[in-house]
């Protein structure tokens, strides 16, 4: 079925460092892909979408490229912050809206 | 606009007994998720719904758990009796349809349940 693979955490950076978080998919179709974010304490939050191959979603200084022929939706970003420090979750969505998320990876940004 | 509500927000019960949740979703919005989020794990879908059908439900034990949206607003999901293994974040989220294919879910604070 369906589903995200996420690279395995936790990461642990310093601040103003270069951060990314690995994230491949499989789907039949074309699903659009998401990454979220959760915060210590909180809820899921969207960080940024993509719904066709090549598509760029940015957010918050973070960006992902949806790569069809690679089949990954990687996030960066260029200098982290401790308010950075998270969970972040890749998920995907089917055409039929079914939402499929990966394992997780933890960030923690160290001053 | 008004986010996705769930209630209780924290739930702490003995194995065997009952417990129920409430979600009410952003308005409007006609899909609606219920997910099991085990701690440091991602969040595993239970079921979906699209207005008060069931849309997705292969993953919802049945045999214990229950959900039910009636009226296509509000959601309740059921755990009888409850296992220990049933501890975890329950979490409710909601998204609008339209002839694109959809928005992004929307998720609740969720209710932390405590299985002892």
């Known amino acids: 079925g369906d589903s995200v693979t996420q690279m395995e955490g936790p990461v642990t950076l310093s601040e103003e460092a270069f951060l990314t978080i690995n994230c491949t998919y499989t789907?039949?179709?074309?699903?659009?892909l998401f990454w979220y974010v959760q915060y210590p304490g909180e809820g899921l939050q969207l960080l940024l979408k993509a719904t066709k191959a090549d598509d760029k979603g940015s957010n918050k200084g973070f960006e992902a490229t949806y790569r069809k022929e690679t089949t990954s939706f990687h996030l960066e970003k260029g200098s982290v912050q401790v308010s950075d420090s998270a969970v972040y979750f890749c998920?995907?969505?089917?055409?039929?809206?079914?939402?499929?998320f990966g394992a997780g990876t933890t960030v923690t940004v160290r001053a | 606009e008004a986010g996705v509500a769930q209630s209780p927000r924290y739930k702490i019960i003995e194995k065997r007994q009952s417990v129920a949740f409430w979600c009410n979703p952003i308005?409007?919005?006609?899909?609606l998720y219920w997910y099991q989020q085990i701690l440091g794990q991602g969040p595993k879908l239970l079921i979906q719904?699209?207005?008060?059908?069931?849309?997705?439900d292969s993953q919802l034990p049945k045999d214990r758990f229950s959900a039910e949206r009636l009226k296509g607003v509000d959601s309740t999901l059921k755990i009888q009796p409850a296992k220990l293994e049933d501890s975890a974040v329950y979490l409710c989220?909601?998204?609008?349809?339209?002839?694109?294919?959809?928005?992004?879910?929307?998720f609740g604070q969720g209710t932390r349940l405590t299985v002892v």
């Open positions: 789907a039949t179709g074309y699903p659009s």
């Open positions: 989220a909601s998204s609008s349809l339209n002839v694109r294919g959809g928005t992004e879910a929307f």
């Open positions: 719904f699209q207005n008060n059908g069931v849309v997705d």
């Open positions: 998920a995907l969505r089917r055409r039929d809206y079914k939402l499929s």
């Open positions: 308005s409007g919005h006609a899909t």
